[in-house]
């Protein structure tokens, strides 16, 4: 078993683009830092700039009170980190390997058993921005491992604790994820609905993202609706889902005469469809978050 020494202030498991970008944020802000990565090669530069090389994962270990490992996936993290569980102990893992809220809470218990701290991390930005003030990372866990790592996780830009489950980093990020992925679809579909008939997407982005997003979709305006999300509360004075059914409708229609692809604007039809069905008729058109909790199983994180 490797000693503990202890004589960096962190060290970096796993360097690919991610990895090392963390560490040229640690070597810009001054940090010694230790790393280590399956391909040696891979280190040869931030080493030329000032990291300690580790020759294998247990010595990168040893050589600091924080790791943070990132590496592709979890079954990695196992592979990598299993055999040198002893020099984790009294020490701290941040995993900032993207995986699911379930590996998260697994890797949590395994670390657990074996004596040592974890916490569970996800990066929201690329790795240019890295290092930056307004750069989010999440991360979830103990709080007093969180505390006692603080001043290693400020130096990668800004990060916020979520809580004691393990999972809620990743769960969080997913979240985020999945809004990123919904808006852009709807951006690429209505851009495919007006391509049709030859219009520019770039004539079209002026209108729909320069005006009608900000204007009609503006954050603020969903974020007021966020309370009556947790309240069950759907007032239809302003508009009913009855009445977007008749919008929905149209789009489907429309999409269908343009001679776009119509399962987008089906899906959207068929939740509203499914929302009416369970009585929110009358009710405006946030009580499709009814259809889409119904299926969740309720599982409580907090
Ligand atoms: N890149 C991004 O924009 C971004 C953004 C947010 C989150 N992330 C997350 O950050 C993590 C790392 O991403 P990445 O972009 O740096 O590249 P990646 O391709 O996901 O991971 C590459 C790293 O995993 C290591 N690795 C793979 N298999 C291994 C094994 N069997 N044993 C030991 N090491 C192994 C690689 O080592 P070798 O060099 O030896 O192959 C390399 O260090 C991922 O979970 C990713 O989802 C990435």
Redesign the pocket.
């Known amino acids: 078993m490797t000693q503990p020494t202890n004589d960096t202030e962190v060290s970096i498991v796993?360097?690919?683009?991610?990895?090392?970008a963390l560490a040229q944020a640690y070597l810009d802000k001054g940090r010694s830092l230790t790393v280590w990565?399956?391909?040696q090669g891979?280190a040869d530069v931030l080493v030329s700039k000032g990291a300690r090389r580790a020759s294998t994962a247990g010595e990168a270990v040893a050589a600091s009170p924080v790791t943070i490992v990132?590496?592709?996936?979890y079954p990695?993290v196992y592979?990598?980190f299993e055999s040198v569980s002893a020099e984790l102990r009294g020490r701290v893992l941040v995993n900032?390997?993207?995986?699911t809220p379930e590996e998260a809470r697994t890797a949590s218990a395994w670390a657990d058993e074996r004596g040592f701290g974890h916490l569970d991390g996800?990066?929201m930005?690329?790795?240019p921005l890295v290092g930056r003030p307004e750069a989010v990372f999440l991360y979830s866990g103990t709080r007093d491992v969180f505390d006692r790592s603080r001043h290693v996780l400020d130096d990668l830009g800004d990060p916020r604790y979520l809580g004691a489950d393990p999972g809620l980093a990743v769960l969080f990020n997913t979240a985020m994820l999945e809004m990123m992925y919904t808006t852009v679809n709807g951006f690429l579909h209505a851009a495919a609905l007006v391509g049709a008939s030859g219009v520019p997407a770039a004539e079209f982005a002026e209108l729909a993202l320069g005006w009608f997003m900000p204007t009609v979709l503006d954050p603020e305006g969903l974020a007021e609706q966020a309370p009556n999300l947790d309240e069950g509360v759907y007032p239809g004075e302003l508009g009913t889902m009855e009445m977007n059914m008749n919008a929905l409708e149209h789009i489907v229609r429309t999409s269908s005469e343009q001679g776009v692809d119509t399962g987008q604007p089906r899906l959207l039809k068929d939740l509203a469809e499914r929302a009416i069905a369970r009585g929110h008729g009358s009710h405006n058109y946030f009580a499709v978050f009814e259809v889409f909790k119904a299926d969740a199983g309720g599982r409580s994180a907090r």
């Open positions: 796993g360097l690919g683009p991610m990895g090392s990565n399956r391909t891979k990132c590496v592709n996936d990695t592979q990598v900032l390997t993207s995986g996800a990066i930005v690329p790795p």
